[in-house]
């Protein structure tokens, strides 16, 4: 099949899951003798055209149109500022990518990587293409005050579309409580490249210089949270609940991975508890895989979590997880509590501070057991989250519509 992605993030242009996700998946479905044709944001530094990896790639730089558009806007859209601004160059770019959908074809099968494409993707549908919207995630879960726009888009693109692709059972739940049809919507895991996120990978002179740098000694506990500095990810309720994990266990220092909005927030917090290490580099594939081995254990308590891509990562490196498992939550469907079989961790109320300082006094209270949730849940991340996997269950889907 030719298959087309509308995708705003693809390398070098990446900013977080959506972007790795598109580029795992577009090459393992070209492993799959599939071609893919990804039609993705670019700029003057950029090719418009190439191919990468057998992917096939369309970048399109938006066209400023402000000055005329917004005469057309309501009072309520003038006044988001910058946020307008992107949002017509995000017409720009759907308008662009779509009119070049349809040049470059025929192609059996477009899809829509969350509501950032629907646009384009709806318009080729219109003009005859199979269409399919994949949800990473939701508007009225991203956000605590959800735009009520971006909301009705996500609901017509959901009912547009031929089907729906989502990322974990949690959302495919959340997708029906706000009315879409659950015939239409299908489930599919993402993937973990578990050849490289290895702790068999890791360079002891570079965990070494690591331990060195953030001021950890060897007999320390690390407790990690990557993700990024904002509300939703739970940061805050984790900072809360420092307190009482050390209470039980005096040896645990948090190393904090990420940026965002609360980042002037968690250096301050660093500061005041002390024993916290705060790190907003960029980070490439090989700094991440030494972080992921450094900790003893991960925690991510993000308060909604449609899949969790950190949490897969940490298995593949053998570690055990506390993560937030309430409401919608793809975390709860990658981590495996206690009470079943072969346990990966734990599952909190991530928006209650004592119940992630439980989770996590729970996980440290036996080193011998948590190794062996962390061997629990690598063997996890090689049977059931391979990037293989997870191309073959998406091209079984995308040939009930193509």
Request: negative net charge.
């Amino acid at each position: 099949m030719r298959i087309a992605y509308f995708s705003t993030e693809f390398p070098p242009l990446i900013y977080g899951g959506l972007g790795v996700y598109v580029d795992n998946i577009s090459r393992q479905l070209i492993n799959l003798d599939q071609r893919i044709s990804v039609f993705t944001w670019g700029n003057d530094k950029l090719p418009r055209h190439e191919i990468a990896s057998g992917v096939e790639v369309f970048r399109e730089t938006p066209v400023p149109m402000r000055d005329s558009l917004e005469i057309f806007l309501s009072q309520e859209s003038r006044s988001w500022g910058e946020g307008l601004n992107f949002m017509l160059d995000l017409f720009s770019y759907n308008q662009l990518s779509a009119s070049d959908l349809l040049l470059e074809g025929p192609f059996d099968l477009a899809v829509a990587h969350d509501w950032l494409g629907l646009s384009g993707g709806m318009a080729v549908k219109k003009a005859g293409v199979p269409f399919i919207f994949h949800v990473h995630g939701l508007e009225a879960g991203r956000s605590e005050s959800p735009n009520a726009q971006l909301v009705a888009l996500e609901k017509k693109g959901a009912d547009v579309a031929d089907l729906v692709i989502t990322v974990s059972e949690a959302m495919k739940r959340e997708l029906v409580s706000l009315g879409t049809d659950q015939e239409k919507i299908r489930v599919c895991y993402h993937g973990v490249d578990a050849e490289f996120f290895d702790p068999d990978q890791a360079d002891p002179g570079r965990l070494a210089a690591l331990r060195q740098k953030f001021g950890f000694a060897e007999d320390d506990i690390v407790v990690l949270f990557m993700g990024r500095l904002e509300p939703v990810k739970g940061i805050l309720q984790l900072f809360s609940a420092l307190a009482k994990v050390r209470a039980e266990h005096p040896g645990v220092k948090l190393l904090v991975v990420g940026k965002g909005n609360l980042e002037g927030f968690a250096r301050l917090e660093a500061e005041r508890l002390g024993g916290v290490a705060l790190v907003t580099d960029f980070l490439d594939a090989e700094d991440k895989l030494h972080i992921y081995a450094l900790a003893d254990l991960c925690v991510f308590p993000s308060l909604y979590e449609p899949f969790g891509i950190v949490a897969l990562e940490a298995a593949a490196m053998g570690r055990a997880a506390v993560v937030g498992a309430a409401g919608t939550s793809g975390l709860g469907e990658i981590v495996q509590n206690p009470a079943t079989a072969r346990p990966t961790g734990v599952h909190v109320n991530a928006r209650d501070p004592a119940d992630i300082a439980w989770g996590i006094n729970l996980a440290l209270q036996d080193k011998k057991r948590l190794k062996s949730w962390g061997k629990n849940a690598r063997r996890r991340a090689l049977d059931e989250f391979t990037w293989q996997k997870a191309a073959e269950r998406t091209l079984q889907i995308y040939k009930e519509v193509a």
